[in-house]
């Protein structure tokens, strides 16, 4: 244990609550305990501001779910490391999720595809058995939009995003390059929802999930208008 990094996380935390009695609660504390290994040398506790910290202890204090205890811990870490900050509106949203509202954000996660650090969702027809096997249907996305995770298109429109130049993108555990087919034009269409802000920062907390299939998938869809190549 770095002994001089724990007495500044203790510090830090004691300088926020004022009275060490408000953490003494199960669920803050297993939060605590496990966000601390995750917590790397030489981070500036200064980012974990008195408001944003009591707003963290006020929503997490009623969690009992473990996975949801275990994201709480992750987010804690991430936003000390300055890995990801995480926004109030985020949080409101993590802490009040239930059991299969997580399960369905970890099944979208396995459609969206991380360009320049940034998950960017691909949801082109939601009747393909692509996304219907894994429980991705409008009732699901209506949900998801509901809760602040993503935006649906108004009219049934379709995103489209677009870049100045072709780019590398990750999906699952390898990178990949996008070259565009043609130089005038330079837009992929990205399907009937985008990630809200706090969407993107809910993605980054998940492993790099991957759908068999999903890529051969895009890439028939994608064909008139790009390569995809694997690095």
């Given at each position: 244990?770095?002994?001089?990094l724990?007495?500044?996380f203790?510090?830090?935390?004691?300088?926020?609550?004022?009275?060490?009695?408000?953490?003494?609660?199960?669920?803050?504390?297993?939060?605590?305990?496990?966000?601390?290994?995750?917590?790397?040398?030489?981070?500036?506790?200064?980012?974990?501001?008195?408001?944003?910290?009591?707003?963290?202890?006020?929503?997490?204090?009623?969690v009992?779910?473990?996975?949801?205890l275990?994201?709480?811990?992750?987010?804690?870490?991430?936003?000390?490391?300055?890995?990801?900050?995480f926004?109030?509106?985020?949080?409101?949203?993590?802490?009040?999720?239930?059991?299969?509202?997580?399960?369905?954000?970890?099944?979208?996660?396995?459609?969206?595809?991380?360009?320049?650090?940034?998950?960017?969702l691909?949801?082109?027809?939601?009747?393909?058995k692509?996304y219907?096997?894994?429980?991705?249907?409008?009732?699901?996305?209506?949900?998801?939009?509901?809760?602040g995770?993503i935006?649906?298109?108004?009219?049934?429109?379709?995103?489209?995003?677009?870049?100045?130049?072709?780019?590398?993108?990750?999906?699952?555990?390898?990178q990949?390059?996008?070259?565009?087919?043609?130089?005038?034009?330079?837009?992929?269409?990205?399907?009937i929802?985008?990630?809200?802000?706090?969407?993107?920062e809910?993605?980054?907390?998940?492993?790099?999930?991957?759908?068999?299939?999903?890529?051969?998938?895009?890439?028939n869809?994608?064909?008139?208008?790009?390569?995809?190549?694997?690095?």
């Amino acid at each position: 244990m770095d002994k001089k990094l724990f007495q500044q996380f203790h510090n830090r935390i004691k300088k926020c609550c004022g009275k060490e009695i408000r953490l003494k609660n199960d669920s803050l504390t297993y939060i605590l305990d496990n966000a601390f290994p995750l917590i790397q040398p030489g981070s500036d506790m200064a980012v974990l501001t008195d408001s944003w910290f009591l707003f963290f202890i006020d929503k997490y204090k009623y969690v009992t779910n473990k996975e949801l205890l275990d994201l709480g811990a992750k987010i804690l870490a991430c936003h000390i490391n300055g890995t990801f900050y995480f926004s109030k509106r985020t949080l409101n949203i993590f802490s009040l999720l239930e059991k299969w509202e997580l399960v369905l954000l970890k099944r979208l996660n396995k459609f969206s595809f991380v360009i320049e650090n940034i998950p960017t969702l691909v949801l082109l027809d939601l009747e393909n058995k692509i996304y219907t096997s894994e429980g991705i249907g409008l009732s699901g996305v209506l949900h998801l939009q509901h809760i602040g995770i993503i935006s649906l298109s108004s009219r049934n429109g379709i995103y489209g995003f677009k870049k100045d130049t072709n780019f590398n993108f990750n999906y699952g555990e390898n990178q990949y390059s996008l070259k565009f087919i043609n130089e005038q034009v330079k837009e992929i269409l990205v399907g009937i929802a985008v990630f809200t802000e706090e969407g993107k920062e809910a993605m980054t907390l998940f492993s790099n999930l991957e759908k068999i299939g999903f890529l051969d998938y895009v890439k028939n869809e994608w064909k008139d208008t790009c390569v995809i190549e694997k690095l």
